[in-house]
């Protein structure tokens, strides 16, 4: 484990000695990904200029928004900057072959995987992330103690490893069809259910979709458990306010599980590309 | 001692076959149309400690994918292999441990980063001491005079310079197996020469057990003293490299300097004359008749010198595969592998 801790380290280094070598490349995906994020805050400030709260009497006014949006901002941003260059890698080295060159390491080869190469250059949405976190909290005047800061930061580790497992589950197929290039559009798709409060999902087309994607594929729970902790203990619980947190657990633990089933099979399946 | 053994090694491949045309693509989205490949069909080998193995065949013989069953990167559908007392395709880390890769037309170290920045990452993995790793790294880059590179870009490397430093990371955590698939594909002579030789210097120090493939003969006339050759998936000859040459050549190249104003074409009654640049004259002959043509060439020409020579090994190694190729079932059985194993070390 130790001996893994350091290749993820040394990795981390080797990424960011690698990342300041192409230093104007660095600063364009930087500046533009924070436009990107700019350009959100602003279309939801444009949004709330219209109504106070996301649907009557779901407590999801601005500033509770903004938790929930910088929540899911820092988890994408980490998932960005750690996970998805090494998925778009492993597409690739399956299918060139040099996965080969993995397989043959003295160290459990989804590690190797899934920590290799690191992206830097989106970690600024990261800081922005944390910083719209921090403003949203002091203009609702909620001081999180402790106990809530360190929940908040449970689950969205949590988060991170479902939307890990559910990258890595995607980029595994790629060993059976052989080319996966539309693995960042299906990701995308998948995601974008889980990038609003679970409250919308409501009516007879919301509700299945709201099943789906907190039952079956967990991108529901990813964002709305950790945001929701950390603002909700403004308002009454109930019972099945606090299951959520519980549930988000065990489809953590389901999701790495089913990630690793589904890449354990993939490396057996892999028939290294001709040389 | 036996570190390497395989029995009945076989790998198929299912491939979709591909029908030509537009039509045949958009029935191919419905339904497709499969065939298996056999890319490995039953090799049985035993290789010692310390032997130097070249794995010998034509394009999609099943070389590269031997080596990839026997370092574990792909499973086999049938047969056996243990490689140092483990099996390859469980990936035991105390296997992965004691063998290393080397593919000549890929590169596993990072290429925008000083190789320096690799070496290091493959210190932390293999979990080499830092008195070891700096002894070996510096050791193995200095005979292979590469330090001076350590520092810079691997993307900025010559072809030559950039497999020196791959086989450098390879070798870094001592491996007793090595096997390198065509280590020298695409290099100039320099740099062919230079690693021959420092797979020779660092084989004879570590006494590692190598398999190599390669197209070169001149890598494995240099390097190896035993030679597998495979066609078809199967192992068809495994030999001495002279072996080769005794079991296969069914001529030799008689070389004849005249003295005399006589035309050469009347040499052509001895055999095929292969080329003529007077007064040097060379004629392919049958081994059975090479001493009965040397007498009527000296009887009947002004000789100045003659010499008898195999032919070239290229030669000989395209009639090897085009033999096996035309009968390759002969051997499936192992019944027609040609055994010259009284000629190997």
Known sequence: MGRAFRVILTCARNSLVRELMFRTNFIIVTAASLLWVCANIAFYLLVFQYTPSIGAGTGWGRSQFFVFFATGLIINSIVHSVFMPNADLFSERVRTGVLDFLLVKPLDCQVLVSFERLDLSTGGNLVVGVALLIFSLIELGWVPGVIPIALYVIYVVCGVAILYSLMFSLAATTVWLGRNQTLYDFWFYLTIFGRYPMEIYRGPLGLPLRIVFTFVIPVLIVVNVPARLLIRPLYPQTLPEWGLPLFALAATAGSLWCCRRIFQAAIESYRSASS | MIVLETKGLTKHYRVYQKQEGLWASLRGLMRREYRTIEAVRGIDLQVERGEFVAFLGPNGAGKTTTLKLLSGIITPTAGTARVLGHIPWKRENAYRRRFA???????????????????????????????????????????????????????????????????????????????????????????????????????????????????????????????????????????????????????????????????????????????????????????????????????????????????????VIVEVFSHAELSPRQSSTGAGVAKGRENSP
């Open chain 2, 101 to 315: 890769l080397v593919m000549g037309q890929k590169h596993q170290l990072w290429w925008d980063l000083p190789a320096a920045d690799s070496f290091r990452l493959h210190q932390q993995i293999y979990g080499i001491e830092r008195r070891q790793f700096e002894q070996t790294r510096d050791e193995l880059t200095t005979i292979l005079g590469v330090r001076h590179l350590l520092d810079r870009p691997v993307r900025e490397l010559s072809l030559g310079e950039r497999m020196k430093l791959e086989l450098v990371a390879a070798l870094l955590h001592r491996p007793e197996v090595l096997f390198l698939d065509e280590p020298t594909i695409g290099l100039d002579v320099v740099a062919q020469y230079s690693i021959q030789q420092f797979l020779k210097q660092y084989q004879q120090k570590y006494h590692t057990t190598i398999l190599l493939t390669s197209h070169y003969m001149k890598d494995v006339a240099a390097l190896c003293r035993r030679v597998i050759v495979i066609v078809a998936g199967q192992v068809v000859y495994d030999g001495s490299l002279s072996g080769i040459m005794h079991r296969f050549s069914r001529d030799k190249i008689v070389t004849v300097v005249l003295s005399d104003g006589r035309p050469a074409g009347e040499l052509a009654r001895f055999g095929e004359v292969v080329s003529t640049e007077w007064p040097r004259v060379k004629i392919r002959v049958p081994r059975p008749q090479v001493t009965e043509a040397i007498a009527g060439i000296l009887h009947s020409h002004a000789v100045q010198d003659l010499s008898v020579e195999d032919p070239p090994l290229e030669e």
